[in-house]
């Protein structure tokens, strides 16, 4: 009797909730799994559907908050591994700076405005994308997954959204493309001493259709990563994200294939080629080798925004590598406003680190940048979920950017600009 009672209670609550989601003007329909053209509306319907799966005793899969989330990755990982996603460079002034300076700024909400419709689609380089977001080149990604980079792939796909796949992933370029199809990509090159691998990378990334190369700039040495030397842990020199070098055919030829006995030398080489200085001269050619959009992931001097331009550079990605690289380096978003002002709407500036939902988004895109990058959080997805969690954390970072647009009085991304922000 009672299980019958709880069960009527429980269907009668369902028809309320689906009358009240119908007459608010939304489907109730779950439709986050399949891309789509504009995530305008989604905060509601994806919170519906929460609500009403959570009427049959279904709790979401993948904890919302971030620490829920770092905690349950936690939980699923080896210390090491989990320590060198986490972690930050020396004393992780900058990991945390990152997240204070989006705290420092708070949002001005205009409420005297129509926003029944919204739309979260840009325009960039010719392609319209369905929301200003990217996943960030994460490498390394079979340490959080057996599935690896395949699994953020077919979660990006499903969502319509762009993936910057990093020189150091799972699976080779070839392999993702044939997981994305259609779906936009980019692919972030980490320029080595060894011109001809660069060139190569570059080259199978043009025949399988990515339309952007990003070029990392931070990482002319390995950060001083303190997590990482504690754990003295040979888990991260062990081949780990190899896949694109050893299906290289110059890297194969200059390095030959792995072999029990050959391991060492190709361990040491690859992390040679993952060291990745770029000057002028280096600039220069990566400009001539691709006709492709070049951007550049890691500035944060106006300076080199003035460089990068003089250079015929496309885009710029303002980024401390998630404060992985340089420790005490200024905070992303603290830097962005002088690099916009430095580029003065000559080329789209993005933007990534410390962006964990959808009003950092709004922030940082009300400071100038063009669009954001994704990256912890998505990879926290992956190692509890695989391609499931990745999708659902950004579902949840989609839902969460178009209620904040929403609630802030803004219906399309082009009205988000910096009269929306005020400095604490
Ligand atoms: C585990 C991990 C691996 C990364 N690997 C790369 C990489 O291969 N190439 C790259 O350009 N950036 C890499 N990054 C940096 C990200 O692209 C991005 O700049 C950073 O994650 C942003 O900081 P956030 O995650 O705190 O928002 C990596 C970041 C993490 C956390």
């Not at 770092?70 to 989990?82: G, N, Q």
């Not at 959009?293 to 001097?301: H, M, Q, R, V």
Request: glycine residues 10%; hydrophobic residues 40%.
């Amino acid at each position: 009797m009672r299980s019958s009672h709880e069960s009527h209670r429980q269907i009668l609550a369902r028809l309320v909730l689906q009358i009240n989601i119908a007459s608010a003007g939304s489907t109730g329909h779950m439709a986050g799994t399949r891309a789509r053209e504009n995530y305008g509306g989604y905060g509601s319907e994806r919170q519906d559907e929460i609500f009403l799966n959570g009427l049959s005793g279904e709790k979401p899969k993948v904890p919302l908050t971030t620490v829920d989330l770092e905690a349950a990755a936690k939980a699923k990982l080896p210390p090491v591994v989990f320590d060198y996603i986490f972690g930050g460079a020396g004393e992780e002034e900058t990991l945390s700076a990152n997240r204070e300076a989006f705290r420092r700024r708070t949002i001005i909400p205009r409420v005297l405005t129509d926003v029944s419709h919204r739309d979260t689609r840009i325009e960039l380089f010719g392609k319209t994308l369905p929301a200003p977001f990217f996943l960030a080149p994460a490498g390394m990604q079979e340490l959080a997954h057996p599935d690896g980079v395949l699994a953020i792939s077919r979660a990006a796909a499903s969502l319509g959204l762009p993936l910057i796949l990093s020189t150091r992933s799972s699976h080779t370029i070839e392999d993702v493309a044939k997981e994305m199809g259609d779906c936009l990509r980019w692919f972030q090159l980490y320029h080595g001493p060894e011109w001809n691998l660069s060139s190569s990378l570059i080259g199978r990334a043009e025949e399988c259709g990515y339309s952007a190369i990003v070029v990392t700039l931070d990482v002319q040495v390995r950060g001083w990563r303190e997590r990482d030397l504690m754990h003295a842990d040979s888990t991260l020199l062990r081949g780990g994200g190899t896949a694109n070098y050893l299906a290289d055919p110059v890297y194969r030829k200059e390095f030959g294939v792995p072999t029990e006995d050959g391991g060492v030398k190709i361990r040491k080489n690859t992390w040679v080629a993952a060291e990745s200085g770029v000057d002028l001269r280096a600039l220069k050619m990566l400009r001539e080798r691709t006709r492709l959009p070049l951007l550049l992931k890691g500035i944060l001097s106006p300076s080199d925004a003035k460089l990068a331009i003089d250079y015929g550079v496309d885009g710029i990605i303002v980024s401390n590598h998630g404060g992985r690289q340089l420790d005490g380096a200024v905070a992303s978003l603290d830097a962005l406003p002088a690099v916009v002002k430095q580029v003065d709407g000559k080329i789209p500036v993005l933007i990534d680190s410390g962006i964990r939902g959808g009003p950092d988004a709004f922030k940082a895109i009300a400071l100038g940048a063009r669009a954001v990058l994704i990256g912890r959080p998505y990879v926290w997805g992956l190692a509890v979920g695989g391609e499931m969690g990745v999708r659902e954390v950004m579902q949840n970072i989609l839902a969460d950017f178009d209620v904040t647009m929403a609630l802030s009085g803004t219906s399309s991304v082009r009205e988000i600009t910096r009269d929306f922000i005020s400095h604490a």
